[in-house]
């Protein structure tokens, strides 16, 4: 039988010196149920950082509350090798926000493997931004479901008192990353979160953007400029819609192209019965088969929205998102690839400097 340990109702001293204590007692191929009021994938890696000893976990859901997972434990890790972190079973949401407590806390010389789903070079570019170029980031394997990069904190972090969610330099960027990169990230931030844009100058364009996704459900603010340099902070408020949902990246699904009538329904894909970290995959899959003017309906067992926001950072103007139904234990999607005519007044602003 699987250990089971209660992580909830202490101080967070005693809930990591508690499954620290667990881990180290345990041998090779062991099995742990942990179940936690917040994600533990920090200490996850820090304890294969500290003692040296690899871990394997998977979380039960990727949204619910409180966090259940189970964690096995694997060999000893050489000196030439790193931790590594799956986060293909945790939310888009999730993810960042893990993924960004990790790094903080690596010590010059530190670091992990990230195994995702899909290319998270947002990640690299958020990364720079935060913490200064003390990134090294080197792509172990590509595709298939499966990308692992190697991440190492080569230096000390810039420090900064700024109370911001997430910060981009933008001129780090390609031009054509970019707004899909902000809108992907600004989606997954809650509510009163902010998050900062440094650029050569106001990003206009941008602000437009925003105003046509997310209406009045933000702020934004110049609080610096100069010549080469501007500094925007972008603040979530509180949504006008008639949405529950504290994430107002909801008006953004909500106002996606729908083309239901012209659409030819190929299937119905049922991913409930899946593991999380296989959904994405097979979505994805179905999603790169369909011709133009086809789409197929997805059916999950949880709101896809951050599916949506992927989606949107990283396919075309084709792409299409309609709900048909979202009850609890059962979301319909349509899921499509739409005839798109070319905007050629949009492509020029597309290739302005932001």
């Known amino acids: 039988m699987p250990t089971e340990i209660q992580l909830r ?4 001293g005693k ?5 620290f204590d667990v881990l180290s007692g345990a041998e090779v191929g062991d099995t742990i149920e942990v179940v936690a009021d917040r994600d533990i994938d920090p200490w996850l890696v820090r304890y294969q950082l500290e003692q040296g000893r690899s871990l394997e976990w998977v979380y039960a859901h990727p949204d619910a509350e409180p966090r259940e997972l189970q964690v096995t434990v694997g060999e000893p890790i050489g000196d030439e090798s790193l931790p590594s972190i799956d986060v293909r079973d945790l939310k888009p949401q999730r993810r960042h926000e893990v993924l960004l407590e990790i790094f903080d806390g690596l010590a010059a010389g530190d670091g992990f493997v990230l195994v ?8 690299y570019h958020e990364l720079k931004s935060m913490h200064g170029d003390v990134i090294e980031w080197d792509y172990a394997s590509q595709g298939g479901g499966e990308w692992r990069v190697e991440i190492v904190k080569t230096g000390a972090s810039e ?3 700024e109370d911001i969610v997430t910060r981009y330099d933008v001129r780090e960027i390609p031009k054509q990353e970019r707004h899909p990169t902000i809108h992907h990230r600004y989606g997954m931030i809650p509510e009163g979160g902010t998050m900062e844009l440094i ?3 106001e990003p206009r364009p941008l602000q437009r953007e925003f105003k046509q996704q ?3 459900a933000f702020a934004w ?7 080469g340099r501007c500094r925007v902070q972008i603040t979530k408020t509180e949504s006008t819609g008639e949405s529950d949902e504290s994430d107002t990246a909801a008006d953004a699904v909500s106002a996606a192209p729908s083309d239901d009538e012209s659409l030819n329904i190929t299937e119905e894909l049922d991913v409930r019965d899946l593991p999380p ?3 994405h995959e097979q979505i994805f899959e179905a999603y790169a088969e369909l011709d133009t003017g086809s789409g197929f309906v997805l059916v999950n067992d949880h709101d896809p929205k951050p599916l949506y926001h992927q989606f949107e950072a990283e396919a075309g103007p084709e792409f299409r998102w309609t709900y048909r139904q979202q009850d609890p234990g059962e979301f319909r999607v349509l899921i499509g690839k739409a005839e798109t005519t070319v905007d050629e007044s949009a492509d020029e602003e597309t290739e302005a400097p932001f």
């Open 9 to 12: 109702d202490q101080s967070e």
């Open 214 to 216: 997310y209406g009045d």
């Open 277 to 279: 970290a296989q959904r």
């Open 116 to 123: 995702n789903d899909h290319d998270p070079k947002p990640l």
């Open 199 to 201: 650029a050569p100058h």
């Open 15 to 19: 809930r990591r010196e508690q499954l």
């Open 221 to 227: 603010e110049v609080v610096e400029s100069e010549p």
């Open 159 to 161: 420090t900064t008192d």
